[in-house]
């Protein structure tokens, strides 16, 4: 064969297999799409979708759909996109369901605030993915940054975010950085807050970021205020925190031990450690210890600095140990919500004991309570008739029980609307745990915001820079009438003495332990102002 071919046929040959190499390579990289926008990384299906995709989690197949319908009701009108961002995906059947009741709230917010104020720009609803503990939240935020650029996508608002994380916490840095609005539904942690300064001075870390429940430090105060004397007995109470980093149990840790206490001094704070949000650990033998601890030093009142699954087995092991009949009340934050869900039989008949006494009772800062409203007003009432000679006219009535009762009512009246049409959510909204109302109070006050900063014609919808600087401005006359109470934001996006509800979970005497509305805490002692008008206050 002539050198020529040789050297051809060679080339040839080199050529083959860099194309075949190429072609296995591209194949082993070929991207696993779970669905359009969406892809399967990690095990996890993380990215955006408005389109009805349930993110492999089937509690969420029907609410998800029903977002889907609205989105393609609201087709060729003028609208933006408003992102939910949660982790969609677990093996945890609670967690699925919490899931499915934050969905149900955003659903419900989403009509809501596309019918109730009936003006342009309607809202199209994005579910957003950033895997479990938010990490691999950076994926999802690059594609909400070229949403937000798009002019087809229109993004101007992000919410959602119900786990106080460092990586919740760089989300929502990068998104305030790239000026997309921000409103959080559930984080309490107080690293994710502005600090709120009265003297114009300073510059926000997360410009556009604006929450719907108190940080852990005005939740924290608020259930001091509640407990009165006993809960700042120092003998009396003890400080459990978990030492795991987490912003959430820091925190909490944080404000629990800033609360002024009187009397001789009490047991010193117990730590523990956990390996992770969802995993117990060995936190059970650590927690036999820190019972018979706690059991010696004479405290009755924990404040618990932890997450809901580890707060279920400190309850357990407080309950197991035999310490002379003593009844002991642990006090925790917002993340205890989630308890009653993971609560067996059993546990409810640990709790109670062979007696049908309650050992353990387990007392929360719930973001809202469904019989808040009505309870409070009751109450209210009843004092009322004790110092006055007649019935309370309109204007007597507190308006900050009143409006919030109201909002609850639409909401109701929303569900059974809801229901009426057909409309599946996969389950009827379970209130109590307070998922739903805070979410759907989350759309309806980006709704507001979009309203009011809508100018011109239908078809000019806000920019980011207007729908992030209606935050400040939500407050007094134009207050958000929150399922969870009134909404007024401070200039640094945080809510005014929004209150808290004291929430008990009682094991009762037999049978399954109920969940039960104590009464409203106040972070400044007091509640917030008549028509919420923010007070000026020292920075």
């Known amino acids: ?35 359009d926008g969406v892809e399967r990384t990690g095990g996890e299906c993380i990215g955006v979708s ?23 009701k609201i087709d060729g009108r003028p609208h933006v996109t408003v992102a939910l961002m949660l982790p969609l995906q677990s093996d945890k059947p609670a967690l699925r369901r919490q899931m499915r009741s934050d969905l149900q709230g955003a659903y419900l917010g989403q009509r809501q605030a596309n019918e109730g104020e009936g003006e342009p720009p309607k809202i199209r609803l994005v579910l957003a993915n950033p895997g479990q503990a938010y990490k691999q939240q950076k994926k999802v935020v690059d594609i909400l940054l070229r949403m937000a650029d798009s002019p087809k996508d229109r993004l101007r608002a992000v919410t959602g975010f119900n786990l106080s994380l460092d990586e919740t916490q760089e989300a929502v840095e990068r998104l305030t950085k790239h000026k997309v609005p921000v409103l959080a539904s559930r984080i309490s942690g107080d690293e ?54 987490d912003g959430y149990n820091e925190s909490l840790a944080k404000a629990f031990s800033g609360i002024e206490e009187k009397g001789p001094p009490g047991p010193a704070a ?13 936190t059970g033998n650590q927690f036999t210890q820190t019972a018979n601890n706690i059991c010696d030093s004479g405290a009755d009142i924990i404040y618990f600095a ?161 729908v992030g600087g209606q935050w400040p401005l939500l407050q007094s006359r134009h207050r958000v009438r929150g399922t969870s109470g009134l909404i007024c934001l401070t200039s640094s996006g945080n809510p005014y003495d929004k209150p808290i509800a004291v929430v008990q979970l009682d094991p009762g005497q037999k049978g399954l332990g109920r969940l039960k509305f104590v009464g409203l805490g106040w972070p400044t002692g007091q509640a917030q102002p008549k028509n919420c008008v923010i007070p000026s206050r020292v920075p």
Not at 202 to 212: E, Q, T
Request: hydrophobic residues 35%.
């Open 306 to 466: 932890g997450r809901t699954l580890h707060l279920r087995l400190l309850a357990l092991k407080l309950a197991q140990v035999d310490c002379r009949n003593r009844h002991y009340t642990i006090i925790s934050g917002s993340d205890a919500a989630s308890l009653r869900q993971d609560m067996t039989e059993k546990d409810w008949q640990q709790l109670r004991g062979e007696d049908g006494k309650a050992k353990v009772t387990v007392q929360y800062a719930a973001p809202a309570h469904p019989d808040a409203w009505s309870t409070e007003l009751a109450d209210w009432k009843k004092q009322w008739h004790d110092h006055h000679d007649r019935e309370p006219t309109k204007n007597d009535l507190p308006q900050y029980l009143t409006e919030p009762e109201t909002a609850l009512e639409i909401l109701k009246k929303r569900i059974e609307t809801t229901r009426g049409e057909g409309i599946e959510l996969g389950a009827t909204p379970n209130l109590e745990d307070s998922r739903t109302m805070l979410v759907y109070d989350g759309l309806i006050t980006i709704g507001k915001a979009l309203h009011q900063a809508q100018e011109g014609s239908a078809e000019a919808v806000p920019s980011r820079e207007d």
């Open 192 to 245: 994710i807050a502005n600090e709120d300064r009265t003297d114009g001075t300073g510059k926000a870390r997360f410009p556009g970021l604006a929450r719907l429940i108190t940080t852990n430090h005005d939740a924290a105060q608020a259930l001091a205020n509640f407990n009165g004397e006993r809960g700042r007995e120092n003998r009396r109470t003890v400080l459990v925190y978990d030492k795991r980093s």
């Open 1 to 35: 064969m002539p050198r020529w071919k040789k050297f051809l046929y060679a080339l040839l040959a080199v050529g083959a297999a860099v194309a075949l190499s190429c072609y296995v390579w591209s194949l082993i990289q070929k991207t696993d799409t779970c669905a």
């Open 270 to 282: 117990m730590p523990f450690e956990s390996p992770a949000i969802d995993d117990p650990g060995s």
């Open 50 to 72: 408005g389109t009805g995709y349930d993110f492999g989690t089937p509690e969420i197949r029907e609410v998800s759909r029903a977002i889907a319908q609205e989105n393609k």
